[in-house]
């Protein structure tokens, strides 16, 4: 089996039990929970039972032993994930607005996730990987954007895949070099993974379906569109496969589109149709909104498979 590799942030999430806006008053939280956008893609990838690893770093408190212990009872290979002897492992403080948005204070570009580099532990994962996943919010710094594009070199060197999500967040789209940063990754990659919204910031065209036209004609080999509760699709040279999003409560959108990711990956990796890999995603993304926090709600291929046949039994 294909191995996946992703390297990024590795964060705590703390999230306000209550809608409204922001953090400038006493909150009810609740957490620690393990997180960080390629943290939970590679942890969904984990459980499906594809081997897997992160490159990451951490620091030496109960935050990064948290994630590092989830990642590896997932199935995640952490022997590139360092553990910082100074610095703290990162945060994010998540508020829903009433509106479904979301306020984050993070601690990132000054937590332990400021010293990833690819050392020798990285360097012998990357040598191992037969795919590459990146995730724009990882690009928030030149050390981590030069880190990243040494990886993908690395991997399309010796005839691996890169799939790309921008998942870009408004607190970090003015990091350094962030922009182009994402302009530069597009060009490399083989599957991008936008959510609706984020195509226009990747193309000249301003409607969406345009925009997907010009980042094929760039040579993406296919585009994915994610657009939550409103489904998902599919465009490659052949054409265009529409998924619905599964009926489901949502308790919880974070992490949605990280797992919806790595399900496809994994599904495309194993050479399933589109139509296919779509359906596993689709139902990995709605499986994770129904769980509070962002990595709770991954799920195992034996999940995945009940969820679905029990969708079909609910159909009318
Ligand atoms: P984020 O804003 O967290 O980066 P995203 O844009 O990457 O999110 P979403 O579009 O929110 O990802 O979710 C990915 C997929 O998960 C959707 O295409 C859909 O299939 C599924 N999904 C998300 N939200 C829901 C929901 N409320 N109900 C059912 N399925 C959902
Ligand atoms: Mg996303």
């Known amino acids: 089996m294909k191995k996946v590799v992703t390297i990024g942030e590795i964060v705590v999430e703390v999230m306000a039990t209550e809608p409204g806006l922001g953090f400038r008053e006493p909150l009810a939280l609740v957490g620690p929970f393990p997180s960080g956008a390629p943290a939970i893609f590679i942890d969904q990838v984990g459980r499906l039972g594809q081997p897997c690893g992160m490159v990451g770093r951490v620091g030496a408190d109960d935050f990064g032993r948290l994630n590092l212990d989830r990642l590896a009872a997932d199935g995640v290979d952490v022997s590139a994930i360092g553990v910082d002897p100074v610095a703290a492992t990162g945060s994010a403080f998540v508020r829903y607005r009433p509106d479904g948005d979301r306020d984050f204070v993070f601690n990132i570009r000054q937590s332990a996730n400021a010293g990833i580099a690819l050392d020798d532990a990285a360097r012998a994962l990357i040598a191992g990987a037969d795919h590459l996943h990146v995730m724009g919010s990882s690009l928030f710094s030149p050390a981590l954007v030069s880190a990243t594009d040494d990886a993908v070199a690395a991997v399309k060197a010796k005839g691996g895949t890169v799939s790309f999500d921008p998942n870009v967040r408004r607190e970090l789209l003015d990091a350094p070099g962030m922009r182009a940063a994402l302009a530069g990754l597009l060009d490399r990659c083989d599957l991008f993974l936008p959510s609706g919204p984020e195509l226009l910031l990747f193309a000249e065209a301003d409607d969406e379906e345009a925009a997907v036209d010009e980042i094929l004609a760039r040579g993406v080999r296919a585009v994915v569109v994610k657009r939550g509760a409103a489904g998902a699709d599919h465009r490659d040279a052949s054409g265009i496969v529409r998924q619905p999003a599964f009926a489901v409560e949502e308790v919880d959108p974070t992490g949605a589109g990280d797992c919806f990711g790595a399900a496809f990956v994994v599904?495309?990796?194993?050479?399933?149709?589109?139509?296919?890999?779509?359906?596993?995603?689709?139902?990995?993304?709605?499986?994770?909104?129904?769980?509070?926090?962002?990595?709770?709600?991954?799920?195992?291929?034996?999940?995945?498979?009940?969820?679905?046949?029990?969708d079909r039994g609910a159909a009318p």
Do not use: Q
């Not at 799920?299 to 679905?308: M, N, R, V």
């Open 267 to 310: 599904f495309w990796l194993r050479g399933l149709p589109p139509a296919e890999a779509l359906r596993y995603a689709a139902a990995a993304g709605a499986r994770a909104v129904t769980r509070r926090g962002p990595m709770e709600g991954a799920s195992t291929l034996a999940e995945l498979d009940a969820f679905i046949v029990a």
